[in-house]
């Protein structure tokens, strides 16, 4: 049973940092493609950023490119999201989530309906 557990959620003024970590538990991390997705209220959930399965390629959206990173420690089985000069904008329920790519090493992926596992989810809120 594969389980994702997100942590490092909180409230920060803009312009800070946060770094949110997502265990993985019940196979190695090495098997997936992960995710970062975010929701905001009456939104749909959207993909943050994104890193293939063998670490090699990332994607990130527009709205966050160059100020957030996402990583991953195959010892520790955690993928990361490292977001920085945060911007109220950017408040969401942050959920990581994970597609067992088989054959696809290289592929981010991006749509909610490519991945199979999600954890439950992290508030981050970020005030003026």
């Known amino acids: 049973q594969v389980q994702l557990v997100e942590s490092g959620g909180g409230l920060v003024q803009a312009g800070n940092s946060l770094r949110l970590s997502c265990a993985v538990s019940g196979d190695p991390l090495s098997k997936f493609a992960m995710g970062w997705f975010r929701q905001r209220p009456g939104e749909q959930r959207d993909v943050v950023a994104a890193i293939s399965r063998n670490g090699g390629s990332t994607y990130y959206a527009d709205s966050v490119k160059a100020r957030f990173r996402i990583g991953r420690d195959i010892t520790r089985n955690t993928v990361y999201l490292q977001m920085d000069d945060l911007k109220p904008e950017d408040t969401a329920v942050y959920s990581c989530?994970?597609?067992?790519?088989?054959?696809?090493?290289?592929?981010?992926?991006?749509?909610?309906?490519?991945?199979?596992?999600w954890g439950q989810g992290t508030q981050v809120t970020v005030s003026p």
């Open positions: 989530a994970a597609h067992f790519a088989e054959f696809t090493t290289i592929i981010t992926y991006t749509s909610t309906s490519d991945y199979e596992y």
